[in-house]
């Protein structure tokens, strides 16, 4: 049996996932925490929304400092950078979904199948995070991971 044409990735260049779905990422919810915070109604209704229908959110005004965030962003984007044989040291195990991967995108309106790399990480709790991947990261990026711990109180603000 042959693989059908378009699940086919010839190419080792991976597609950048904001290049596919351009209008999906500008539907994406924002949820502003510190409306949140002031037991705004409108807010706890959105956030309920979300979590519903999409499954995640962006979060603004989190109190996560934006030097960090640009940081992190910098230190993943030096992951994704680097030679494929590099990103499969970080590779998914079976039974786990954490580490470096690739998942096949669909868009249908575009008749498109597409795969794009991935890299998930627990970051908290600190118990859960895989051994074999966590220590084994670039150190720039095991540093900014463990610098954003300190800066992680508004992930205890949304679930209390």
């Known amino acids: 049996m042959d693989t059908p044409g378009t699940y086919v990735c010839h190419d080792q260049e991976e597609p950048i996932a904001s290049n596919l779905l351009p209008s999906m990422l500008s539907q994406i919810p924002v949820i502003d925490m510190e409306l949140l915070l002031a037991n705004d109604h409108s807010q706890l209704d959105k956030l309920h929304l979300a979590c519903k229908d999409w499954g995640f959110f962006q979060m603004m ?3 996560v400092s934006c030097s960090l965030i640009e940081k992190m962003k910098l230190e993943v984007q030096r992951f994704f950078n680097l030679p494929m044989e590099e990103k499969k ?3 998914q195990i079976e039974g786990s979904m954490e580490g470096y991967g690739q998942i096949l995108v669909s868009c249908d309106e575009q008749n498109i199948n597409s795969w794009i790399g991935k890299l998930y990480m627990v970051t908290l709790p600190i118990h859960l995070r895989k051994p074999q991947l966590f220590p084994n990261l670039p150190l720039s990026l ?5 610098f954003s711990l300190n800066d992680n109180n ?5 679930l209390v």
Not at 142 to 146: A, D, I, N, P
Not at 154 to 158: A, I, K, Q
Request: glycine share 12%; hydrophobic share 25%; net charge neutral.
């Open 142 to 146: 095991r540093y900014t991971s463990l």
């Open 61 to 63: 005004n989190h109190g």
């Open 154 to 158: 508004c992930m205890d603000e949304l």
């Open 89 to 91: 040291k970080f590779g």
